[in-house]
């Protein structure tokens, strides 16, 4: 099959139209596979219709956004369909958010019908007590029609509201048309030229705008998407999905890439894969080492830069004998209809090589904020050269090299991104500030050049004792796992500028090897507790780790525990699926789980046959 641009004309139109002519073109091609189940375009398309008239029997015609809650799979694919097909925009809500957030998002959408599936369904009706709200995907009856619907959205129309941090306190919904985001597959499409040979990974969520730009990057060429769920098989088997499933085209933040290579061997190749995506975070020069080391020189890698009110506005594409400029990889060169402009405090032009805010001009951008006029007033602005086209200040800071080629150097405000999500540093402290005993909280980001991670710094009221694990937990109820702070350290007084505002560069820098999070250190008694001390020392980066040290409290996160189920594995001869480790975060819980599945399932590890025999004794039975 050769390739076939995506025409410009060709945006014109629904999401939905574009996708129900690759079915006509391709309907036994698989269009999504995962471990349980594979759906060919014909009979996605046949359950995405039927989804749509359950929702036009149950959607009240004035709501206009549907809300869909899944985990990562082929469901939430149906869903999506199935929602545009009905003539209204899908909300992903990711299934392992906070209730509190999803409460919260909920409440603003104001919607009347939620669609989910069984696996989903407990946490949906304490969401939505009234069952009549509720569709479940799994009942749908078959017999409704599989025939594709007359209702056709205009290119205008609302296709999708993304949900990302606010500063105010609160998520924020950036509102997509149709025409968005076809202009966004089309650029993708046409850069990397998709074909229906291809079969495309899909690791970021659903409900962050890489993970839309994937299914659709998929479905709107007739190639093959292929969801691999990190948060429940964790890097372990990737690399062996990546060659058994011979995926072509694979896309994931930064930091994922890093652990994922950590977790191969010298000789391990992958003869399929032409082309790495990278987006979400810095790409540095190591990374850029690492894709030529494990990638055939036939392999592409693109960088780029990009924000959920566009997605991806510059493309830098780098290949085996590319020559970098410097050690910070540049975010790269134009993309079609989407205009950079550097402007300084006073918005005007800055000179190349002078830092300026990014200022993106272009007809494609997000239509703006749902129901938050103040926020969309405040980032988007008419074009006073072009009516036709807005204008979009990113709060990214970069500067054009002598090509115009853009660097990008950081962020103007206090945003940061945190493992390819934008994270508002104002609404995790707005959450902080919320806590009974806190009277002041900052919260920033330290950057080690590989990985960024969080710190919040608390002043407690007057008498109020707080620990790591008091916020942690609490944090925990009301924001996702990636933006809360890997430490906190507590202090009398935030540090203040002469202006009385707080002076954040003055906020102490904090190293990882100090943090404990329990004064009676416990040492390691048995060789499983002792190997996994080892692990999780060498992880994180921390001298002294006791066994009854909580994982999460001593900074790690999802990806570092990846990177510890993969050493378990490699080290005990054992395999623990990655939710063990958040169900039995400390050493000495997670020990009792590594000797049970020895003792009762698989192969023992190495080390389990010096284990004293009243360690046994200790297992629940």
Same mark, same amino acid.
């Given at each position: 099959?050769?390739? !076939?641009?995506?025409?410009?004309?060709?945006?014109?139109?629904?999401?939905?139209?574009?996708?129900?002519? %690759?079915?006509?073109?391709?309907?036994?091609?698989?269009? #999504?596979?995962?471990?349980?189940?594979?759906?060919?375009?014909?009979?996605?398309?046949?359950?995405?219709?039927?989804?749509?008239?359950?929702?036009?029997?149950?959607?009240?015609?004035?709501?206009?956004?549907?809300?869909?809650? *899944?985990?990562?799979?082929?469901?939430?694919?149906?869903?999506?369909?199935?929602?545009?097909?009905?003539?209204?925009?899908?909300?992903?809500?990711?299934?392992?958010?906070?209730?509190?957030?999803?409460?919260?998002?909920?409440?603003?959408?104001?919607?009347?019908?939620?669609?989910?599936?069984?696996?989903?369904?407990?946490?949906?009706?304490?969401?939505?007590?009234?069952?009549?709200?509720?569709?479940?995907?799994?009942?749908?009856?078959?017999?409704?029609?599989?025939?594709?619907?007359?209702?056709?959205?205009?290119?205008?129309? =609302?296709?999708?509201?993304?949900?990302?941090?606010?500063?105010?306190?609160?998520?924020?919904?950036?509102?997509?048309?149709?025409?968005? @985001?076809?202009?966004?597959?089309?650029?993708?499409?046409?850069?990397?030229?998709?074909?229906?040979?291809?079969?495309?990974?899909?690791?970021?969520?659903?409900?962050?705008?890489?993970?839309?730009?994937?299914?659709?990057?998929?479905?709107?060429?007739?190639?093959?998407?292929?969801?691999?769920?990190?948060?429940?098989?964790?890097?372990?088997?990737?690399?062996?999905?990546?060659?058994?499933?011979?995926?072509?085209?694979?896309?994931?933040?930064?930091?994922?890439? $890093?652990?994922?290579?950590?977790?191969?061997?010298?000789?391990?190749? *992958?003869?399929?894969?032409?082309?790495?995506?990278?987006?979400?975070?810095?790409?540095?020069?190591?990374?850029?080492?690492?894709?030529?080391?494990? *990638?055939?020189?036939?392999? @592409?890698?693109?960088?780029?830069?990009?924000?959920?009110?566009?997605?991806?506005?510059?493309?830098? *594409?780098?290949?085996?004998?590319?020559?970098?400029?410097?050690?910070?990889?540049?975010?790269?060169?134009?993309?079609?209809? #989407?205009?950079?402009?550097?402007?300084?405090?006073?918005?005007?032009?800055?000179?190349?090589?002078?830092?300026?805010?990014?200022?993106? $001009?272009?007809?494609?951008?997000?239509?703006?904020?749902?129901? %938050?006029?103040?926020?969309?007033?405040?980032?988007?602005?008419?074009?006073?050269?072009?009516?036709?086209?807005?204008?979009?200040?990113?709060?990214? #800071?970069?500067?054009?090299?002598?090509?115009?080629? @853009?660097?990008?150097?950081?962020?103007?405000?206090? !945003?940061?991104?945190?493992?390819?999500?934008?994270?508002?540093?104002?609404?995790?402290?707005?959450?902080?500030?919320?806590?009974?005993?806190?009277?002041?909280?900052?919260?920033?980001?330290?950057?080690?050049?590989?990985?960024?991670?969080?710190?919040?710094?608390?002043?407690?009221?007057?008498?109020?004792?707080? &620990?790591?694990?008091?916020?942690?937990?609490?944090?925990?109820?009301?924001?996702?796992?990636?933006?809360?702070?890997?430490?906190?350290?507590?202090?009398?007084?935030?540090?203040?500028?002469?202006?009385?505002?707080?002076?954040?560069?003055?906020?102490?820098?904090?190293?990882?090897?100090?943090? &404990?999070?329990?004064?009676?250190?416990?040492?390691?008694?048995?060789?499983?507790?002792?190997?996994?001390?080892?692990?999780?020392?060498? =992880?994180?980066?921390? !001298?002294?780790?006791?066994?009854?040290?909580?994982?999460?409290? @001593?900074?790690?996160?999802?990806?570092?525990?990846?990177?510890?189920?993969? %050493?378990?594995?490699?080290?005990?001869?054992?395999?623990?699926?990655?939710?063990?480790?958040? +169900?039995?975060?400390?050493?000495?819980?997670?020990?009792?789980? =590594?000797?049970?599945?020895?003792?009762?399932?698989?192969?023992?590890?190495?080390?389990?046959?010096?284990?004293? #025999?009243?360690?046994?004794?200790?297992? +629940?039975?």
């Amino acid at each position: 099959m050769n390739f !076939q641009p995506f025409e410009k004309s060709e945006i014109e139109q629904s999401i939905n139209r574009r996708f129900e002519s %690759q079915v006509a073109r391709y309907p036994h091609h698989i269009a #999504v596979k995962t471990s349980e189940c594979e759906l060919t375009y014909d009979t996605l398309n046949q359950a995405a219709n039927r989804l749509a008239h359950q929702i036009l029997q149950q959607c009240p015609p004035e709501q206009e956004l549907v809300p869909i809650l *899944f985990e990562h799979g082929a469901s939430m694919v149906v869903a999506i369909l199935g929602v545009l097909k009905a003539g209204k925009g899908w909300v992903p809500l990711a299934s392992s958010y906070p209730q509190v957030r999803l409460e919260t998002i909920l409440s603003e959408l104001n919607a009347s019908v939620l669609i989910t599936n069984q696996r989903n369904l407990n946490l949906t009706e304490v969401l939505l007590p009234n069952r009549e709200q509720i569709i479940n995907i799994d009942e749908i009856d078959p017999h409704l029609s599989g025939d594709n619907l007359d209702i056709c959205a205009s290119a205008n129309a =609302i296709a999708c509201v993304l949900y990302t941090s606010g500063s105010t306190g609160k998520p924020k919904g950036v509102i997509h048309s149709h025409c968005n @985001l076809l202009h966004l597959i089309r650029r993708g499409t046409n850069a990397l030229k998709i074909d229906a040979n291809d079969r495309l990974s899909l690791l970021p969520s659903y409900s962050h705008i890489g993970g839309t730009n994937n299914i659709f990057r998929a479905l709107l060429n007739g190639a093959m998407l292929l969801p691999y769920d990190l948060n429940e098989k964790g890097l372990v088997g990737l690399s062996t999905w990546l060659i058994e499933e011979k995926i072509t085209i694979y896309h994931s933040v930064p930091t994922v890439f $890093r652990h994922f290579i950590n977790t191969l061997k010298e000789d391990d190749t *992958f003869p399929d894969i032409r082309a790495i995506h990278l987006g979400g975070e810095p790409v540095y020069k190591y990374d850029v080492d690492l894709f030529k080391q494990y *990638f055939f020189d036939s392999c @592409l890698l693109l960088n780029n830069l990009g924000c959920t009110e566009l997605s991806s506005y510059r493309q830098y *594409f780098i290949y085996s004998d590319t020559k970098l400029p410097s050690n910070i990889v540049p975010v790269g060169y134009k993309t079609e209809d #989407v205009e950079v402009l550097l402007l300084d405090e006073n918005g005007k032009e800055v000179a190349t090589g002078c830092t300026g805010e990014v200022v993106l $001009r272009s007809p494609y951008l997000a239509l703006g904020y749902w129901q %938050q006029a103040e926020q969309t007033n405040a980032a988007f602005f008419p074009d006073p050269e072009f009516l036709d086209r807005r204008c979009y200040k990113t709060g990214d #800071v970069g500067y054009f090299l002598p090509d115009g080629c @853009l660097v990008h150097v950081g962020r103007k405000d206090f !945003q940061v991104q945190i493992r390819g999500y934008r994270v508002e540093i104002a609404e995790i402290e707005a959450v902080l500030f919320e806590h009974p005993k806190v009277k002041e909280a900052a919260v920033k980001h330290q950057d080690n050049g590989e990985e960024k991670k969080l710190v919040g710094y608390i002043v407690p009221l007057e008498g109020e004792h707080l &620990s790591n694990k008091e916020l942690h937990n609490y944090l925990k109820q009301h924001l996702p796992d990636y933006m809360i702070p890997a430490l906190f350290v507590m202090l009398a007084a935030l540090p203040l500028t002469p202006n009385g505002k707080v002076n954040r560069l003055a906020l102490p820098d904090t190293k990882q090897e100090t943090v &404990s999070t329990r004064e009676d250190y416990v040492a390691p008694r048995t060789n499983i507790e002792k190997t996994l001390v080892s692990i999780w020392s060498q =992880i994180l980066n921390l !001298q002294q780790v006791g066994i009854y040290d909580n994982f999460f409290l @001593l900074g790690g996160d999802s990806l570092q525990a990846m990177r510890v189920v993969s %050493q378990v594995r490699s080290t005990l001869n054992i395999e623990l699926p990655l939710r063990s480790l958040f +169900e039995f975060p400390t050493v000495i819980e997670w020990a009792k789980q =590594i000797d049970r599945v020895a003792w009762f399932g698989q192969k023992k590890p190495d080390s389990v046959e010096s284990i004293a #025999v009243e360690n046994w004794e200790e297992i +629940e039975l």
